[in-house]
């Protein structure tokens, strides 16, 4: 069996740089910021050219998305209950509507979109190279194999090159969806703009080489790093600088591309002082260098930490297991978004100190009913993933929907995703609760986990989910929805898993790591917002994608269609709207897939 155990996963940098040899310039410029995402007037302006509510944020960017996005027609076809009472909606694939679907073609698209190019207003070093795709409905037979691709809307995303070079991040978002009928139920525009400085020395390929090998474990093997630009997310950003992205690999495949900065000095630096007695901890970070203000996040290798943000932290361990072993882990991230990481180890009682290296960084209405939801996360080293998971849990939590677990790092295990009938405590864990959050690595044959309980890998013959509570499980891991033949196979690997399951969310690529987390925009999409209402639990998962990842990630959700045509296409997160029955694998008839490039 191929199994990744340390996949490109959701690289802890949030950004994918072109990967290759390494670029082998001696200097390159710094950008000034002049702006910071689009002015009120901007954004009017936006939202008017494309008729549609001006969603500009707080932060300066503008994110559209309708309840139409990437729609699928459906019939109502029944009601009824589900395992705890709840009300139920049935609806089937509208098959005739679906048929007469006549998607908007790829050059009225790029038509359409050069007005989008020319409302964003690019600085001079910014290239802006556009991208047609569509969000694709795929329908399967019993047994997963394909028996029609319906494409369902037209996008058109740009990817950006920064004085010649690579750039993206969250504050490279540039894109446009169209309907069938020409309505627009997407768009995305978070640019800033930029002023050419300096050209500033960088620091060698051979020594970023070296600068990534700190930033990992022992045998990960480090390729030639790329040169290129992050652009973070909108905020108090001063300076953009150059980057190099490391492309480390294992003998089992590649792993997360993180980020160092290419200028050095240019970020800043950290130190912790900690201490322990017991099972107490405390520790105090200093940081100096890069651009002020600066923000810490902690993370534990024992413990969950809810509240991770501050220049202190004290907490007493909360082991799953039994050991003495606790690593304490804190990322600085300065205003320009440049990052150093830093770890201490406390095997017992005692103080010690521990320096930085440079990088890492990252890229409603109340549900009704006995309503909750788990976390599992196994990368706990990385605040990306950390903050995943704490937005997840915090705006479930406000929305009176509770968290039942939350297992992270060495805490997570492979036997709270397996099945009851084969050992596992899935009853106990992921398939006791209605929707399951997992970040860690993966490949298309599994999702891994640090501890050995049972193994390190939930693969398709561990699970049978659904078949006592769950509804809709999200991995936020690489490729394990990937379609590896050109045949979705997906289908025939995880079909299997999906007895009652509703919606199996996940990504045919790599996905990212990204800063600041996904968890919460997934979440937040959930229920209603000032200028939307909730979108479904699918639309949900697309448009976090949308919103966070790096342009040319491919997302995918994944279903089971029951003999009478039912589907959880539609499904709401409870009480945000219908949602659908359990289709178990013994009713199911066929299967449906939806992918989407953001």
Not at 36 to 59: R, S
Not at 252 to 280: F, L, M, N
Not at 580 to 592: A, E, H, N, Y
Request: net charge negative; glycine share 12%.
């Amino acid at each position: 069996m191929n199994r990744i155990t340390a996949s490109a996963l959701i690289g802890a940098g949030a950004l994918l740089l072109a990967t290759g040899t390494a670029q082998a310039a001696e200097t390159a410029p710094v950008f000034h910021v002049k702006q910071e995402g689009l002015t009120a007037d901007q954004g009017a302006k936006l939202a008017d050219a494309f008729g549609i509510t001006n969603a500009l944020q707080d932060d300066g960017a503008f994110s559209y998305v309708s309840d139409s996005f990437a729609q699928v027609p459906l019939l109502k076809i029944g009601t009824g209950k589900d395992e705890a009472g709840r009300p139920t909606v049935s609806q089937s694939i509208d098959r005739r509507a679906l048929a007469a679907l006549r998607p908007v073609s790829d050059a009225e698209a790029r038509e359409r979109a050069a007005k989008l190019l020319d409302l964003a207003e690019l600085s001079p070093d910014l290239k802006a190279i556009p991208s047609v795709s569509n969000a694709k409905l795929t329908l399967a037979d019993r047994a997963g194999k394909p028996t029609s691709e319906t494409p369902i809307d037209t996008s058109v995303s740009f990817r950006f090159e920064l004085g010649g070079l690579p750039a993206a991040g969250q504050g490279a978002k540039l894109r446009i969806t169209f309907a069938p009928d020409g309505s627009v139920t997407q768009l995305s525009d978070s640019l800033r703009q930029l002023e050419r400085g300096d050209d500033v020395p960088i620091i060698s390929p051979a020594e970023a080489q070296k600068a990534c090998a700190a930033l990992y474990d022992r045998g990960v093997r480090q390729g030639a790093p790329t040169l290129g630009y992050l652009l973070p997310a909108l905020g108090a950003v001063q300076e953009i600088y150059p980057h190099y992205t490391c492309n480390p690999s294992t003998e089992d495949g590649t792993q997360a591309h993180r980020q160092i900065p290419a200028v050095e000095g240019a970020g800043p630096k950290a130190v912790i002082k900690a201490s322990r007695s017991g099972d107490k901890i405390f520790a105090t970070a200093d940081a100096s260098g890069g651009a002020g203000p600066y923000r810490f996040d902690w993370s534990s290798s024992t413990t969950t930490l809810d509240a991770t943000e501050g220049s202190e932290i004290a907490y007493e361990r909360s082991s799953r297991f039994k050991t003495s072993a606790e690593t304490l882990t804190l990322e600085v991230v300065d205003a320009n978004g440049l990052a150093s990481t830093a770890s201490v180890s406390l095997p017992g009682d005692g103080d010690v100190e521990g320096g930085g290296v440079p990088g890492g960084g990252g890229f409603g209405t109340l549900a009704i009913g006995p309503t909750d939801v788990g976390i599992e996360q196994t990368v706990d080293e990385w605040q990306c993933a950390q903050d995943s998971a704490i937005g997840f849990k915090a705006v479930m939590g406000s929305h009176a929907v509770p968290t039942a677990f939350d297992w992270r790092g060495w805490a997570a295990f492979e036997k709270d995703f397996k099945d009851v009938s084969l050992g596992g405590w899935d009853t106990t864990y992921v398939d006791n609760v209605d929707a399951q959050w997992y970040t860690g690595h993966g490949s298309p044959s599994s999702f891994t986990f640090k501890s050995s309980v049972d193994d390190k890998w939930v693969t398709p013959a561990d699970a049978r989910w659904g078949d006592w509570d769950l509804e809709w499980l999200q991995l936020e891991s690489c490729q394990v929805l990937a379609d590896t033949s050109g045949t979705h196979d997906y289908f025939s690997r995880w079909g299997g898993t999906m007895d009652g399951l509703h919606i199996l969310n996940g990504f045919h690529t790599n996905a990212y790591c990204i800063g600041g987390g996904t968890g919460r925009r997934f979440a937040e999409y959930l229920f209603p917002a000032w200028y939307r209402g909730a979108l479904t639990v699918r639309q949900a998962w697309a448009q976090m994608a949308i919103d966070k990842e790096p342009s040319g990630v491919v997302y995918r959700s994944m279903g089971n269609i029951a003999s009478n045509g039912a589907t959880n296409i539609g499904d709401f997160f409870w009480g945000q709207g219908p949602t659908g029955p359990d289709i178990r694998l013994s009713g199911r008839s066929g299967m449906w897939s939806i992918t989407g490039t953001v």
